[in-house]
């Protein structure tokens, strides 16, 4: 064990002790369920089920979607295999139970969901060394894959200690978080060396993992890529568009604190050559629906919320929902991804462009580099730099039709490459995976 492990695991115990309180101001706030707390302290709700098992870590949003088509994928290979998913926040734990419906068993989701003989669902421990040792002791996993960034030194140096094989894919590094890490070596790569395979989303952050690791990482692209189409409900979406009419829609998904102001000023601009022009505004957090109601009152607009079960009668409409934004992508005729025109890193621009959607982001796109550059290069979207260039790209979107068609054929054709990395993305986690057929010791 480095100096630099025994000082993280020594400043999480002293931790410990005011990390509950932590907590429970966290669920105060709506960012933790207030009966699952025991959780984040690697108490298990439910029971771990018989025969092998793996543990799949999504972290937040981001990563449970990308999770979703690696999970089709190892039921597919593994008919028997039980899985136990666990994530960190409470929007991702809710996006599961709506994406697995019934195959996911979990205690207390705010909405009673029925056992699962394959899937369950914990939320993460906390990093404190007992916590974690708690948590394995209890679900004994006979693998664990981690998705994207998640490298916690205290459960890794636990699976170490339990010879737990571990793989870390999609994995994602910054060039920021890179800079981190390097300033304790030490306690990077002995972190990295638990994963005996690690897959990167792109050469980029293959390059850096490489570096820290102390050995070469291979990238066969971004799972998201390969993720499914956004779902919608049919019946909802026939409804809306009978509403809507001949009315043009662009959608501002995933925004971020900061950002509606511009998407607002850049709607009014639009509304001057297109009067009947609908903006759907679709905050990353859904919870901060009165407060951008709040901001677009102080812009002059009336703006009905989703949340309150108002349609749209006005030019903007606030969806405040979890889990639509399939249905605002079919019914618009383009997406401003947000998390963009601040220093966020973006959100996925590859969830609208395959469903044939043109696409704008802002100059902040770290986070999908390689997929921004993909779709900036095919035509199929578009950078802006804020307010102003964000009314250029919405007013070329609802009056040029020859230029939206174009884009939207490039977006979609763009979003289709590169679905094979699922295939080999299974192709290198399948021989860490327990065969099925033993029972749990």
């Known amino acids: 064990m480095t100096a630099a492990l025994a000082l993280w695991r020594a400043a999480g115990r002293l931790a410990a002790p005011l990390l509950p309180l932590w907590l429970a101001r966290r ?18 709700g439910l029971a771990r089920p018989e025969g092998k098992l793996l543990w799949l870590h999504a972290a937040s949003v981001g990563e449970s979607l990308s999770a979703l088509p690696l999970l089709a994928g190892l039921r597919e290979a593994r008919p028997k295999l039980s899985v136990l998913v666990t994530t960190a926040t409470v929007t991702s734990a809710r996006l599961l139970a709506q994406r697995l419906g019934g195959p996911l068993a979990a205690p207390d989701l705010s909405g009673a969901l029925p056992a699962s003989p394959w899937a369950l669902h914990q939320l993460a421990p ?23 960034s998640e490298i916690w030194p205290a459960m890794l140096s636990a699976l170490r200690q339990r010879r737990i094989p571990a793989a870390l894919v999609n994995a994602r590094l910054s060039e920021r978080s890179a800079r981190r890490w390097r300033r304790a070596p030490g306690l990077a790569a002995e972190a990295l060396s638990t994963f005996s395979v690690i897959l990167a989303q792109s050469r980029a952050d293959a390059a850096r993992l490489s570096a820290l690791a102390g050995r070469e990482v291979t990238s066969p692209g971004n799972l998201k890529h390969a993720a499914p189409p956004l779902p919608a409900d049919p019946a909802e979406q026939a409804r809306l568009a009978e509403r809507f009419g001949s009315r043009p829609v662009w959608v501002a998904a995933s925004t971020h604190r900061g950002e509606e102001e511009a998407v607002l000023a850049a709607h009014r601009v639009a509304l001057a050559s297109c009067p009947d022009l609908l903006l759907i505004l679709a905050p990353r957090h859904p919870d901060r629906g009165a407060a951008i109601a709040a901001l677009a009152e102080a812009a002059g607009f009336r703006a009905r919320r989703r949340s309150r079960g108002e349609d749209p ?7 405040d929902t979890l889990g639509e934004l399939g249905l605002w992508y079919r019914l618009s ?10 220093p966020h ?25 390689e997929v921004a550059a993909e779709l900036l290069a ?6 802006v730099d804020g307010a102003r260039s964000l009314a250029a790209w919405v007013d070329r979107l609802a009056r040029d ?31 860490l995976l327990p065969e099925e057929g033993c029972t749990a010791e």
């Not at 005729?333 to 601040?342: E, P, R, T, Y």
């Open 333 to 342: 005729l383009g997406a401003f991804l947000g998390g963009s025109l601040i």
């Open 401 to 431: 039709e020859s230029w939206r068609a174009h884009a939207s054929v490039a977006a979609a054709e763009a979003a289709g490459r590169g679905a094979e990395v699922l295939d080999l993305t299974l192709a290198a986690l399948l021989p």
């Open 378 to 383: 095919a035509g199929a979207a578009t950078r």
């Open 345 to 369: 890193g973006g959100q996925n621009p590859l969830e609208p462009a395959r469903l044939g959607l043109p696409v704008a982001f802002g100059p902040h796109t770290g986070n999908f580099a």
């Open 27 to 44: 669920a105060r706030r709506g960012k933790e369920f207030p009966a699952r707390l025991g959780e984040r302290r690697g108490i298990a």
């Open 313 to 319: 009668c006005g030019p903007v409409w606030i969806a």
């Open 126 to 148: 906390l990093d404190v060394a007992p916590w974690c040792g708690r948590f394995l002791d209890r679900w004994r996993p006979d693998a664990a894959l981690f998705v994207e």
